[in-house]
């Protein structure tokens, strides 16, 4: 069985644990927190709604300027999610940031981001990243929820973009 990424360079340890150290700090916080909305709102698993989540509860100076771009109040938006996206798991469950607890659309999500940073040259994934791999995906709940209010997945990115064009590089 080959892989088309190589091992080392997966998002994901062998043994299943994500290589937090590929997440800059901005979203490696961001990760921790969609994993603990995930158990707030009673689920067994990691989902890209989640992440979305993650994004907005504790947003970083990208994330706002492109809430305040789209005119999107943040804090409102995370509730809104939050609301919709409440599950039906037992609250024993032990969430964590490891294959084992993330859906198959996650995983995609987690590895067409570490894609784009690396495209970018980049050494570490950004928030905009997890947030451009969101609404790049033709898959996207997150990006179906948006349309659905007449925000295209291409708006999105557009801002997205336009927000990165501003944005210093990578030091690292």
């Known amino acids: 069985m080959s892989s088309s990424v190589p091992l080392f360079d997966d998002i994901v340890m062998p043994g299943g644990p994500l290589r937090l150290g590929k997440f800059d700090a901005d979203a490696r916080r961001a990760l921790f927190s969609a994993v ?4 707030q709102t009673s689920w067994d698993n990691l989902r890209s709604p989640h992440i979305f989540m993650g994004l907005l509860d504790e947003p970083d100076g990208s994330i706002q300027a492109w809430g305040d771009k789209l005119k999107a109040d943040l804090p409102r938006l995370l509730g809104q999610f939050m609301e919709l996206f409440q599950g039906e798991a ?3 469950v032990r969430l964590q940031l490891h294959r084992e607890f993330l859906s198959d659309t996650v995983l995609k999500l987690l590895r067409d981001a570490w894609a784009r940073c690396r ?3 980049r050494s570490r994934i950004t ?4 947030l451009a791999s969101l609404f790049g995906s033709k898959s996207s709940v997150v990006a179906d929820c948006f349309e659905r209010v007449g925000i295209t997945p ?3 990115m557009d801002a997205v973009l336009e927000i990165e064009a501003g944005r210093p590089s990578d030091p690292s």
């Open 154 to 156: 291409a708006s999105v």
């Open 90 to 92: 037992p609250e024993s």
């Open 119 to 121: 495209e970018l040259k």
């Open 127 to 130: 928030t905009m990243d997890l």
């Open 36 to 39: 603990r909305l995930a158990r």
